[in-house]
Nanobody, 127 residues
Framework: QVQLVESGGGLVQAGGSLRLSCACS?????????MGWFRQAPGKEREFVAA????????YYADSVKGRFTISRDNAKTTVYLQMNSLKPEDTAVYYC???????????????????WGQGTQVTVSS
């Protein structure tokens, strides 16, 4: 039973920073698996934010967060992080982490390509 638990969300003013964490347990993932972060704002579809290949560390970002967000991982702790800087009100959403067992980069931003999901953590950015 795979379990993904997000933490680190909260309320922050525009221009501020937050770091989200996603602790993974329940199985051993391949080094070629991807860990991703998605977000869903009220009334909107869930959208891709960032992803990282577990062992290689290759990273991928949505255009809307490039240069502001950084995804990283701690292999020993099987934890993935999302450092969010220069936050904007439009970053307000529930943030989810997810695991993708497909090894291909193609489809990395597609929510249907991810196999396991966390319960989400709320991030609210005030103006």
């Amino acid at each position: 039973q795979v379990q993904l638990v997000e933490s680190g969300g909260g309320l922050v003013q525009a221009g501020g920073s937050l770091r989200l964490s996603c602790a993974c347990s329940g199985r051993t993932f391949s080094s070629r698996n991807f860990m991703g972060w998605f977000r869903q704002a009220p009334g909107k579809e869930r959208e891709f934010v960032a992803a990282i290949r577990w062992s290689y560390g290759s990273t991928y970002y949505a255009d809307s967060v490039k240069g502001r967000f950084t995804i990283s991982r701690d292999n020993a702790k099987t934890t993935v992080y999302l450092q969010m800087n220069s936050l904007k009100p439009e970053d307000t959403a529930v943030y989810y982490c997810a695991v993708r067992t497909n090894f291909l980069v193609r489809g990395l931003s597609d929510i249907n390509e991810y196999d396991y999901w966390g319960q989400g953590t709320q991030v609210t950015v005030s103006s």
